[in-house]
């Protein structure tokens, strides 16, 4: 090797202390970055961390373009320190982050378009909900045999309500059957009040204080509650909705199916309540196909097993009781399902089983697959994910509650 060889391959080796951070940086950004992307463009493996920040980065919006400003900031220093090695792997990582920005944002606004749903990139970007609706907190719908109290939210319906009837909303908190609790989605039961329904949010026992099958019966209590106290609510009896996320979608389904079924009785004296409609947020419809196929098993499998007793080999009878497709019939209420088509929890077979199932029954059904949506992605209420949600949501149950 030449002496000019030598003079331009050191040209390009760092220098000093802060060409060599630089470098250091370019280097742990692009090892971060390739490992982010991998979970974005295949969702799946939580809890493990980095799929835990690639849900976080498809489910807010500022969070890519956050890290793409530090990285424009880090290009900026490289150019300045003639860090050129930085700079080399630090521009492609501003062009890859820029993709995986618009890349979404060009699907989704493609897609409510298609639709016929109106969204705001500005709202997606800088919108904010602040909750300033006043409503009623723990009040009990009943006491378990054992001496448990069960507990709702009551979020009463905005406007001239005391003129008619209104329609309700009993709302089932999602948390994988063994976490969460009333008052998760507090935006959800803001934007429902302005509506016009006068929402119930409930709170249900989960493991291992309950049983396998105390989720769905609370459920059914507090929706049999809910139907004797309408005077009180000056709610419409015959307009009672069940609306659930993720294991709350899971819950409002089975509940509604099932009513008045005798292998799932509410858990305390209640009559069995026709369901108006059902929205289910992300919710599986097959616990025993759930089980076995979805795309984070690690964790599925685990709560399943917590909420259920077991796995589908140990309790198959279980699996298919707690499954709402083994109630579906031709009066069962119309539903309306949302899920992420990059769901890294529910797979979109959950969606189209259920899908068939109803198509089979003749029932009125609506199913929307969010392209580049993942799980929990109505938790940031002004995403555009968000946005399309509300807007199906609000149609449906205007159809519906007329």
Known sequence: MDQGQLKQLASWRPRGFIQW????????????????????WNPRGLPNIMSLLGAIAMVTPKFLLSITVVILILVGLAVW????????????LVLLLSFLTVEPIIKMSNYAKNENVP???????????????????????????????????????????????????VKVHGGGWVEGNKGNTPNWNQWLSEL???????EYRMPPQAGWKDEVADVKSA??????????????????NVMGDSAGGNLAMLAAYSMGDT?????????AVPINSVINIYGPAD???????????????????????????????????????????????PTITLLGASDRIVPEEQAE??????????VPYELYLLPRADHVFDAVPNSLSAQFAYEKVKAFLQKNNK
């Not at 050129?84 to 492609?92: S, T």
């Not at 709402?324 to 031709?330: L, N």
């Open 119 to 169: 969204a705001s990139l500005i709202s997606h970007f800088f919108g904010k909900i602040e909750i300033t609706s006043k409503f009623i907190q723990d009040i009990v719908y009943g006491t378990t045999p054992d001496g448990v109290e069960l507990k709702l939210d009551v979020w009463p319906a905005q406007g001239d309500s005391k003129k008619s009837l209104q329609p309700a909303v």
């Open 223 to 240: 929706i049999g509650w809910v139907a004797e106290h309408a005077d009180t609510y000056n709610i419409d009896p015959k307009k009672i």
């Open 21 to 40: 951070l630089l470098t250091v940086l370019a280097v742990i950004a692009f090892a971060f970055i390739s490992i982010l992307t991998y979970y974005i």
């Open 81 to 92: 320190r003639k860090a050129l090695i930085a700079w080399i792997i630090l521009i492609p």
């Open 263 to 271: 292998k799932l009785p509410p858990s305390i004296n209640v009559s």
């Open 287 to 333: 616990m025993t196909e759930f089980y076995k196929n979805n795309p984070s098993p690690d964790y599925v499998q685990d709560v399943m097993r917590k909420y259920i007793g077991g796995t589908p080999s140990q309790f198959p009878d279980r699996y298919k009781i707690l499954s709402p497709i083994s109630y579906i019939q031709e009066n069962a209420p």
């Open 353 to 362: 089983i259920l899908d068939r199932k109803l198509k089979e029954n003749n």
């Open 196 to 202: 016009g329904y006068t929402v119930f949010d409930v």
